[in-house]
């Protein structure tokens, strides 16, 4: 069973969230709102770079 997870930063007025799921392979991210369009699936080496470059904003 996948086990996602609500971002951190989502509204918690049922407004923009963003969900992943993470694998020791990869990171699947959806939209809470859109759940039935799908998931895009990102490999965890570069999942771990996309979130050390907005760290660094």
């Not at 930063?9 to 991210?29: A, L």
């Amino acid at each position: 069973m996948e086990m996602w997870t609500k971002s951190s930063y989502s509204e918690g007025n049922g407004g923009n969230c963003v969900e992943v799921c993470e694998t020791p392979e990869n990171v699947k991210v959806r939209d809470t709102q859109h759940r039935h369009l799908g998931h895009l699936t990102v490999p965890s080496p570069e999942w771990i770079a996309f979130l050390a470059g907005i760290d660094s904003l």
